[in-house]
């Protein structure tokens, strides 16, 4: 084989021989046949994946964000390592350029506090600084801008005639009100100015034009003073919203026609799939994707899960191949032996017959002893013939139902890897795929029966706070740890499904609500119990339950929405609760009054 230069080539025959040599795809093994091929020569393996996930959790409040956002997502497109660098060198470079003056702002806004001003009460004042700090959540540089323009419009109000008279200066003259009214207005257009930029200019990425029209509007609301000059400006703007819609209509009307596309694809593979019982899983993903909303997130999520399964699935789809190759070799085997066989078998018969004519022509004794011979030696021949063809028939037959066993057993593992994405990826618990089958089977089972079968709707207690002081990291790690204890606290035959977000649903067979009501109460005993530690810090964990069971006739959906019902009364009374659900009669009556 000629020597392989190009990392394309490289990687193409690493994959080949970790095929061939029966090697499980690993990193250690891909970068070891990648050395060996490549004469030493090892792969810098783009991060595609990470960097993805944290294309999805960039922040894009203002251009500088944006900006980056873009070029970042540009590298990833383009793989490269060179554009990547560039964009986070750039980011580091406005970083510094645009570090803010904390301690210049807290000054002057501490000054603009104790100072009086004619438009601005101390309430009011209290009132917007409250606001802004709960606006701006945990985005320093929104927070920085944002206090800025709120210092920046108190010092544009005129002071109180006593402050001007403490300072030396002369008594606010009766032009402050109209000077008040000057300030908030160009406050009132700067924040326009802010929105074309920051949320219309982001939104228009595809549309070069467009977005150039928004960054000369934001510009001109900034410095358009007159009248006659705004009225004619925001007949621009009233002409630029018009032409927003349209494109807003557009990419309504192509995504709109993409997931139809798409959904109609997904719909003629489950199609022509419906023998191949391995598929049905990727398919029932794409499927409840198509109809759910999305975001990177969720679809970053389906693609890591989808990524995995292909590989486990194309692992074993190799061994299968391997495996029916191997039968057909061996029955092919199987007919060549047959074939000679029956062609030793009709020499053996040509050849007695032969015999059997120089009997009938023998004239004396020696030359019956001779054919006698020839006879005697033909036989054992062909004896040895058979006993040699029965053995290698009694072994190809267990060969051949070894192999039988094996692609037995490598279709269910296929079925089996399927089957992972109907599980939620970070807790283990079921999805909403899963917890539907689950919840048909259950149900299906109590009516013939008659049993009662409960469903509990549980939320975590205050999780966005968790989320907001220690990181989506470690909120994540929480609902593990969550779903970990629900698992050791419920009976075998209880089935644990992760709703959304921070929602659990527990499938409860074989019990009346007043059980299944003490079974979460107990899940909440046991969660007190057992804390999560974080930086040796115990976190406790607590969760809000609504229980209902599901009557007769009664839909899964209807059974849920009556738990979210009561989980909600439990939030209502003060949180940490488990709320029996009222019947179905009951909340009718009750949603009719």
């Given amino acids: 084989m000629p020597e392989l230069t190009q990392p394309a080539e490289i990687a193409r025959e690493t994959f080949r021989r970790l095929a061939a040599r029966r090697l499980p795809p690993t990193p250690e093994n891909y970068r070891t046949l990648y050395r060996e091929i490549g004469g030493g020569r090892d792969a810098e393996p783009f991060p595609e994946h990470e960097l993805?996930?944290?294309?999805?959790?960039?922040?894009?409040?203002?251009?500088?964000?944006?900006?980056?956002?873009?070029?970042?997502?540009?590298?990833?497109?383009?793989?490269?390592?060179?554009?990547?660098?560039?964009?986070?060198?750039?980011?580091?470079?406005?970083?510094?350029?645009?570090?803010?003056?904390?301690?210049?702002?807290?000054?002057?806004?501490?000054?603009?506090?104790?100072?009086?001003?004619?438009?601005?009460?101390?309430?009011?004042?209290?009132?917007?600084?409250?606001?802004?700090?709960?606006?701006?959540?945990?985005?320093?540089?929104?927070?920085?801008?944002?206090?800025?323009?709120?210092?920046?419009?108190?010092?544009?109000?005129?002071?109180?005639p006593a402050d001007a008279l403490a300072a030396d200066l002369p008594p606010a003259s009766a032009a402050a009100p109209e000077a008040a009214a000057t300030a908030q207005d160009g406050a009132l257009r700067e924040l326009v100015a802010q929105i074309i930029e920051n949320a219309i200019g982001t939104l228009l990425a595809d549309s070069p034009s467009l977005r150039e029209e928004a960054d000369r509007l934001a510009e001109e609301f900034r410095k358009t003073g007159s009248a006659p000059d705004m009225e004619a400006l925001v007949l621009r703007f009233r002409r630029f919203a018009f032409s927003l819609q349209w494109v807003a209509e557009d990419q309504a009307e192509l995504k709109a026609a993409l997931l139809h596309l798409l959904t109609l694809i997904v719909q003629n593979i489950s199609e022509l799939s419906s023998d191949d019982q391995w598929l049905h899983g990727q398919v029932g993903m794409l499927s409840d994707l198509l109809t759910g909303p999305m975001n990177v997130q969720r679809l970053a999520d389906i693609e890591r899960r989808l990524k995995d399964v292909i590989l486990r699935q194309s692992n074993l789809k190799q061994s299968l191949d391997d495996a029916k190759d191997r039968l057909k070799q061996m029955l092919a085997g199987f007919v060549d032996n047959l074939s000679a066989f029956s062609t030793a078998t009709s020499g053996y018969h040509d050849k007695i017959g032969r015999c059997a004519e120089r009997i009938s022509q023998a004239k004396d004794i020696a030359e019956l002893s001779l054919v006698v011979d020839e006879v005697m030696r033909e036989t054992r021949t062909?004896?040895?013939?058979?006993?040699?063809?029965?053995?290698?028939?009694?072994?190809?037959?267990?060969?051949?139902?070894?192999?039988?066993?094996?692609?037995?057993?490598?279709?269910?593992?296929?079925?089996?890897?399927?089957?992972?994405?109907?599980?939620?990826?970070?807790?283990?618990?079921?999805?909403?795929?899963?917890?539907?089958?689950?919840?048909?089977?259950?149900?299906?089972?109590?009516?013939?029966?008659?049993?009662?079968?409960?469903?509990?709707?549980?939320?975590?207690?205050?999780?966005?706070?968790?989320?907001?002081?220690?990181?989506?990291?470690?909120?994540?790690?929480?609902?593990?740890?969550?779903?970990?204890?629900?698992?050791?606290?419920?009976?075998?035959?209880?089935?644990?499904?992760?709703?959304?977000?921070?929602?659990?649903?527990?499938?409860?067979?074989?019990?009346?609500?007043?059980?299944?009501?003490?079974?979460?109460?107990?899940?909440?005993?046991?969660?007190?119990?057992?804390?999560?530690?974080?930086?040796?810090?115990?976190?406790?964990?607590?969760?809000?339950?609504?229980?209902?069971?599901?009557?007769?006739?009664?839909?899964?959906?209807?059974?849920?929405?009556?738990?979210?019902?009561?989980?909600?009364?439990?939030?209502?009374?003060?949180?940490?609760?488990?709320?029996?659900a009222e019947s179905p009669a009951t909340e009718t009556a009750t949603a009719a009054a």
């Fill in 382 to 580: 062909i004896q040895l013939d058979t006993q040699r063809a029965h053995d290698e028939l009694a072994e190809m037959k267990e060969r051949a139902e070894d192999a039988e066993r094996a692609i037995a057993r490598l279709q269910t593992e296929l079925v089996q890897t399927s089957e992972l994405v109907r599980q939620d990826y970070l807790t283990g618990a079921l999805n909403r795929k899963g917890l539907d089958e689950a919840l048909d089977q259950e149900l299906s089972r109590s009516r013939r029966h008659a049993s009662n079968l409960c469903v509990a709707l549980l939320d975590v207690d205050n999780f966005k706070r968790i989320n907001d002081e220690h990181g989506h990291q470690i909120g994540d790690a929480a609902l593990v740890h969550l779903a970990q204890v629900i698992r050791d606290a419920l009976r075998p035959h209880d089935t644990l499904a992760r709703y959304g977000g921070e929602e659990f649903v527990i499938v409860i067979p074989d019990t009346a609500i007043e059980e299944a009501v003490e079974v979460m109460r107990r899940v909440q005993r046991e969660l007190t119990k057992r804390f999560y530690l974080h930086d040796n810090q115990r976190l406790l964990i607590t969760f809000s339950a609504g229980v209902a069971r599901i009557e007769d006739g009664e839909s899964r959906e209807s059974a849920i929405r009556r738990a979210d019902a009561a989980m909600y009364r439990a939030k209502q009374a003060g949180k940490n609760r488990v709320v029996p």
């Fill in 52 to 160: 993805k996930t944290i294309l999805g959790a960039l922040p894009r409040a203002n251009p500088g964000q944006a900006k980056f956002a873009r070029e970042l997502e540009s590298a990833l497109r383009l793989r490269s390592w060179p554009s990547l660098k560039a964009a986070l060198v750039g980011l580091a470079r406005e970083q510094a350029d645009g570090e803010h003056d904390w301690s210049r702002l807290i000054r002057e806004l501490l000054a603009a506090l104790e100072r009086r001003h004619v438009a601005f009460t101390p309430a009011r004042k209290r009132q917007a600084l409250d606001h802004v700090l709960e606006a701006s959540g945990s985005d320093a540089d929104r927070l920085f801008e944002r206090l800025d323009s709120l210092t920046a419009s108190w010092s544009q109000s005129p002071a109180s």
